[in-house]
């Protein structure tokens, strides 16, 4: 069965440092990844999505990943942070003939000091 | 622009009592999502549905059913409201394919009493 750890809960980083959050998946096939991001009182937006090609994708706002299949992991990556990206990030699988089925990380709450 | 939405916002029922959770999307998706949110557990699905009239069972689907009366609507139902219920509900939209961006709504705050 597919699944999805996002291994950090809380995460805190200063304004302008650089960021990285994890996501580790469990899948036997080639899966479909997918960072949202969530706002507070909001509902999930997409930062980026992968599912072929450049295993570096880029995303809104700076963000991107990377899919390393050897080590099953699909970790979101910003340069420099800013006081606007705290929010729960979330890492989701999904595959082919599945209805578009997404299986969820349990998320990360990114809080930025300034 | 995608628009999902979702009636109520919040929401207080009583235990043992019937909870309607209603969304509507503009985007034209055969697909719908429910899920709910809980802390440490990220979003977990709860039913979903590949087009009007249709309706399936999830990652957790008891206690909770589901109605898709039109390609805009899809409703979430509590018969039997319980405690254990009270969660955060998102309802989202696409297109059905493993590739696919969801659209998600702004979320229902229920609680049970």
């Known amino acids: 069965a597919q699944s999805v750890t996002q291994p950090d809960a809380r995460v805190t980083v200063s304004e302008g440092a650089s960021l990285q959050l994890r996501c580790k998946y469990s899948?036997?096939?080639?899966?479909?990844l997918f960072w949202y991001v969530q706002y507070p009182r909001q509902g999930l937006q997409l930062l980026l999505k992968y599912y072929s090609g450049d295993p570096v994708v880029q995303g809104v706002n700076g963000f991107e990943a990377e899919f390393i299949k050897s080590n099953s992991s699909f970790h979101l990556r910003k340069a420099s942070v800013h006081w606007s990206d705290s929010a729960v990030y979330f890492c989701?699988?999904?595959?082919?003939?599945?209805?578009?089925?997404?299986?969820f990380g349990q998320g990360t709450k990114l809080s930025i000091k300034p | 622009e995608a628009a999902v939405t979702q009636s109520p916002r919040n929401k207080v029922a009583v235990t043992g009592g019937k909870v309607t959770l209603s969304c509507n999307q503009t985007?034209?998706?055969?697909?719908m999502y429910w899920y709910r949110q809980d802390t440490g557990h990220g979003l977990r699905l709860i039913h979903y549905?590949?087009?009007?009239?249709?309706?399936e069972k999830g990652d957790i689907p008891d206690g909770y059913k589901a109605s898709r009366p039109s390609q805009e609507n899809f409703s979430l139902i509590l018969e039997l409201a319980t405690p254990s219920q009270t969660s955060v509900y998102f309802c989202?939209?696409?297109?059905?394919?493993?590739?696919?961006?969801?659209?998600f709504g702004p979320g229902t705050r229920l609680l049970v009493l």
């Open positions: 989202a939209s696409g297109d059905g394919t493993g590739k696919d961006t969801q659209y």
């Open positions: 989701a699988v999904s595959e082919d003939y599945n209805q578009g089925k997404l299986i």
């Open positions: 549905s590949y087009g009007a009239g249709s309706t």
């Open positions: 899948y036997s096939g080639t899966p479909y």
């Open positions: 985007n034209n998706h055969n697909n």
